[in-house]
């Protein structure tokens, strides 16, 4: 175990070596490597020089030693027969064999370490002892007299001296030649294993030469490989890939710096996207509020919306009634079919609403939570509630619920803050051109439509060819009311007659303002004749009204015309006029029907009157402006 975390730990710091340093020590060990076979083959040259001097200086010279002994015994010998044949004669030339022999027997010794042949030379030295005392012998008898004697010991015991001392010369001359062959032999030994030894130091230098730069070119190249793997992925669009290295080198280093920009750029890929779908969540709810024309079809696309951006949580949207002092849930989205019913009862009272902005709520039983989640006989939760403003003004609010613990992401926090705004932005607008509109085509005071929306109704209508009556109104001696009892008195009367009048009108039929005190009917399917009958029941139920009110008593004058058998809209609306001032002169209160084939006739009483077409009290009639889209210039008169 200890040593597997020791190798771990070595090559680990291998790995976290510079790449220059990893070049340094490779390099390094390959000069170790080559010294080392320099080295080993300079031992081996060196042993091979040994060997040789041992063959040329030892095993040679002995051998020349050998064979002079061998020539310097055959020397004497021959010097020994020499003057015992000639005697008398001198011994010179033997004594002169005789020193050359010892000459040779001497440096024979000492240029000769084995045993045996030291043993061979001391034979040699003990013969040629016993050879001279022969020889003494033979001087001797010739000295005396007797050269038979003498020729008798040289060629008997002499001549048996001798050649034990030639055998012996001539033994160690072969043995000195077995030496210098041994020698040979050992040099072609070392030669053969110095060649061998410098194959294996050169197999091993190659060997570690290669394997060690496989382990550089590993320890570099892999590292490497991995890293362009690991871009080529990112090239392709794959930001999770990740070079696998692990070392301190610069290798290491560029891996990290890689890893990093890719960490980097996933961040940032999922920032974009993130922003890619909130922008086109954005644009789609936009769109989709864009094509909402009314209210109720703008709290669907919210609806949707919330289901969308906030799944698996229970979701409402609360809203400011007409008062905007009273929260009202509008929309419910989520598995509650009741919604997290928030008991909040005003927008100011709203936690969201006050502060401006999303708050969320990890647990309802918190104590900083909102005092609304509390008490509502459900499991804890969490919540989170976003406010929705017009123009800077609080209209509602974005509430939802969920499990205890578990907040919005802020992404989902971020996609119901655009939805509260864009529905804030679209339903305020809704709701004001409504309002725009409802101003614009009804008059403040009396709640009736306008003029102008009177006039292109009844536009309509004889588009459609619908037959109705048009009626033109006018309160008899408004304006005495007015100076008499004050413009508050006058009011009064007028929204009393519109009541009276609406009260007693269908569902079709299209009563207007026209301007002051006048006023202007339709009824749709109804003949002068029968209009006339609505005509007195409004008057029958103005004069009970004000009996039992405290307004001034005020009456009404009407003139009644059927525009389906008129040429033009404009003879319509002038004849109504005419009828109008036909009934102010008849004194009032009463009704006229305007007929232009039939001459003026009164009919059902003093209370109506029909009057020709001619019969005109202005030059241009109070009603005409109905035929234009002009508005006519309001006058004041004493009706």
């Not at 063959?55 to 004497?76: K, N, P, T």
């Not at 008798?152 to 030649?177: K, Q, V």
């Not at 920032?271 to 989709?288: I, N, Y």
């Not at 309160?475 to 008499?484: A, E």
Request: proline residues 3%; glycine residues 6%; negative net charge.
């Amino acid at each position: 175990m200890g040593t597997s975390i020791e190798s771990r730990t070595l090559r680990q710091r291998i790995v976290d070596l510079p790449v220059g340093r990893k070049l340094f020590h490779g390099f390094a060990a390959l000069t170790g490597v080559l010294v080392m076979v320099i080295g080993c083959l300079f031992l081996t040259v060196a042993r091979l020089g040994t060997a040789n001097d041992q063959i040329v200086d030892v095993a040679a010279a002995r051998s020349q030693a050998a064979d002079h002994l061998r020539f310097a015994a055959s020397e004497l010998r021959a010097a020994q027969q020499a003057y015992v044949l000639a005697w008398p004669s001198t011994r010179q030339s033997f004594d002169e064999a005789a020193g050359q022999f010892e000459s040779s027997l001497q440096t024979l010794r000492q240029r000769n370490g084995n045993a045996v042949a030291q043993a061979l030379v001391q034979k040699i030295a003990t013969g040629y002892q016993t050879f001279l005392q022969t020889d003494q012998l033979i001087w001797e008898a010739l000295q005396a007299g007797r050269p038979v004697l003498a020729r008798n010991l040289t060629l008997g015991a002499e001549s048996l001296a001798f050649g034990f001392m030639a055998d012996d010369a001539a033994r160690f001359a072969a043995i000195s030649e077995m030496s210098r062959a041994d020698a040979v032999a050992a040099f072609h030994d070392t030669s053969n294993q110095a060649r061998v030894l410098g194959v294996i130091l050169g197999v091993i230098a190659l060997i570690v030469m290669i394997v060690s730069s496989w382990i550089i070119t590993k320890l570099i190249r892999d590292p490497l490989h991995r890293v362009q793997q690991a871009a080529e992925r990112a090239a392709e669009g794959d930001l999770e890939a990740e070079a696998d290295v692990h070392g301190d080198d610069e290798t290491g280093r560029l891996a990290r710096a890689f890893n990093s920009m890719l960490s980097k750029l996933r961040l940032r890929e999922q920032a974009l996207v993130s922003e890619h779908r909130r922008q086109e969540t954005s644009s789609k709810v936009q769109r989709a509020l864009e094509m909402s024309d009314d209210e109720p079809t703008a709290l669907e696309v919210v609806g949707l919306t919330l289901a969308d951006v906030l799944p698996g949580r229970s979701s409402e949207l609360l809203l400011a009634d007409n008062s905007k002092s009273n929260l009202e849930q509008a929309v419910v989205a989520g598995e509650n079919p009741d919604g997290p019913g928030c008991p909040v009862a005003s927008p100011f009272s709203c936690v969201a609403v006050r502060s401006g902005s999303a708050v969320t709520f990890a647990s309802s039983t918190a104590l900083d939570a909102c005092p609304h989640l509390r008490n509502r006989g459900v499991d804890p939760c969490s919540a989170v509630c976003v406010p929705v403003t017009f123009m800077g003004r609080a209209m509602g609010v974005i509430h939802a619920v969920g499990i205890e613990h578990q907040v919005p992401t802020p992404a989902e926090i971020e996609a119901v803050s655009m939805l509260s705004t864009q529905a804030g932005a679209r339903i305020g607008m809704l709701r004001t051109m409504v309002r725009t509109s409802e101003q614009a085509s009804t008059d403040s005071l009396t709640g009736l439509i306008n003029r102008r929306t009177f006039q292109t109704r009844i536009r309509s209508l004889r588009r459609n060819n619908t037959p109705f009556a048009l009626v033109m109104a006018d309160i008899d001696h408004f304006k005495r009311v007015n100076d008499t009892y004050g413009h508050e008195t006058g009011d009064r009367a007028i929204k009393t007659f519109c009541d009276v009048a609406k009260s007693t009108l269908r569902q079709n039929d299209l009563m207007a303002r026209w301007g002051g005190e006048e006023f202007a009917f339709a009824f749709a399917d109804l003949d002068p004749t029968d209009t006339t009958a609505v005509i007195d029941r409004i008057r029958l139920e103005l004069a009970a009204r004000l009996s039992t009110s405290d307004l001034p008593g005020f009456t009404a004058s009407y003139g009644i015309v059927a525009a389906e058998r008129c040429a033009s809209l404009e003879d319509a609306v002038r004849l109504a006029d005419d009828a109008l001032y036909a009934a102010k002169a008849q004194g009032r209160n009463c009704s006229i029907i305007a007929d232009s084939d039939v001459a003026a006739r009164s009919t059902n009483g003093p209370s109506t009157i029909r009057v020709a077409d001619k019969v005109r009290s202005t030059s241009v009639g109070v009603l005409a402006s109905l035929a234009s889209d002009d508005d006519p210039v309001e006058r004041t008169f004493d009706s």
